[in-house]
Each structure stands twice: as C-alpha cells, then as structure tokens.
C-alpha cells in the first residue's frame, strides 16, 4: 500500500522569499503524484502532478515540484511566494494499474507567507 | 466548469441521529470520495466508489456507510453519530484512472452535539 509523508506541519516564510514544502512516499508500484492546495474555507484544487516524463513539473500560480525516484521525493518549490500563496498543501499519491486506486493524503503543510 | 456540490456548507446534529451527507458531481466521473479531514490528520478516506451500486473501504469506515444509487451522486451515512465524528467532511470524483486529477466540493463542517 503507498503512503505520504509531509516533512513540515508548518512553514512560515516572508513575503517574495523562496519557499520548499518536502514530501516523502513509499510505494511498491509505479506511483503518480500530486500536491494540491486548500484556502481557508475552500475545498481543495489541483497545483500539478507527476504522471511520467520529466521529473520537473510546473503548476499553477508560479509552484513547481521535482520527482526524485531514488529518494522517493516530490518536493513542491516557489522561487517567490506571495501573501496570497498561505494555504494548507497537501501531498498526494495514487498507485497501480487499475482505475480504482485509491488516493492517499498526507498530513499537510500549512504555509504561512508573512509581510 | 466541473463541479461537487455538497448540500450542506454547516450541520449541526445530536448525538444518536442519523445523518446524511450528500454529494454530486456533474463530470460524468466513475469515482466518488469520501474523506475526512480533521487537523494535523489530514485527509483520511473513509469510503470510495468506482461504480454505481460499487464501494470499497477506505482507512476509516468504522461509523459509516455509503449509497451510490445513480453516478453523480454518492451518499455518506452515519448510522448514530457520535461527538468524536464531529469534523469536515470532503467529498471528491475523478475519473477512473489511477492519474486523474480529484475534483473536491466545498466540505460539509459537521458538529455532533
């Protein structure tokens, strides 16, 4: 079964500084990652995924995240981030062949941009 | 635009009752979620459903039940809730591949008195 480790609870950072949220998973199949982004009293919505092909992904809103297969990461990365970016980001993985896998979560980071 | 309506926003219910969540999507997804999201937990599945009338257990069913009676709409049931079932409930839909993006709706905070 695959499961999702989000190094950080919470992150604070300052305004237009560079931001890294870790996230681990474990899997024994061919994995297909996400990280989504949940703002206050919102549901959550799609920032980018790793389907295959480039370990590089870029996403919505400036984020992009780099798959590492040796060391099992999915690291989401913001060169800038902005006030608007505090939300709670969550780390996904979904495994296998099939259609009915499920999606699992991990604990998520809050990210705290302050002025 | 996709969208997961569920029908409440807030709902508060007493210990014992019977409750119902709602959700429906109108993306034509085979997939239909249910999770649980409490803080420092995360997003905990309780149920899934790949297919009308199908369901499988997520991490934590203990406490409830689902109905998927028609495609787009997936049905959460807590047959006597209980205080420690007071969270936010999500609901979500994909399509059926292991790659497909999760569309969420809105969450339903539930409070058991």
């Known amino acids: 079964a695959q499961s999702v480790t989000q190094l950080d609870s919470q992150v604070p950072v300052f305004e237009e500084a560079p931001v890294e949220l870790r996230c681990n998973y474990s899997?024994?199949?061919?994995?297909?990652l996400f990280w989504y982004v949940q703002y206050p009293n919102q549901g959550l919505q799609l920032l980018l995924k790793?389907?295959?092909?480039?370990?590089l992904v870029k996403g919505i809103n400036g984020f992009e995240a780099e798959f590492n297969k040796s060391q099992t990461s999915f690291h989401l990365r913001k060169p800038s981030v902005h006030i608007s970016d505090t939300a709670e980001y969550f780390c996904?993985?979904?495994?296998?062949?099939?259609?009915?896998?499920?999606?699992?979560f991990g604990k998520g980071t809050k990210l705290t941009v302050n002025p | 635009d996709v969208k997961v309506t569920q029908s409440s926003r807030y709902l508060v219910k007493r210990t014992g009752e019977k409750v119902f969540l709602e959700c429906v999507q109108d993306?034509?997804?085979?997939?239909m979620f249910w999770y649980r999201q409490d803080p420092g937990l995360g997003l905990r599945l309780i149920y899934f459903?790949?297919?009308?009338?199908?369901?499988e257990k997520g991490d934590i069913p203990e406490g409830y039940s689902v109905s998927r009676e028609k495609k787009e709409r997936f049905s959460l049931i807590l047959e006597s809730a209980s205080t420690n079932q007071t969270s936010m409930y999500l609901c979500?839909?994909?399509?059926?591949?292991?790659?497909?993006?999760?569309?969420f709706g809105q969450g339903t905070r539930l409070t058991v008195v």
């Open positions: 979500a839909s994909s399509l059926y591949s292991p790659w497909g993006e999760a569309f």
């Open positions: 899997s024994s199949v061919s994995v297909y």
């Open positions: 790793y389907l295959s092909g480039s370990t």
């Open positions: 996904a993985v979904s495994a296998g062949q099939g259609g009915s896998e499920k999606l699992v």
């Open positions: 993306m034509d997804h085979e997939n």
């Open positions: 459903s790949y297919d009308v009338k199908m369901k």
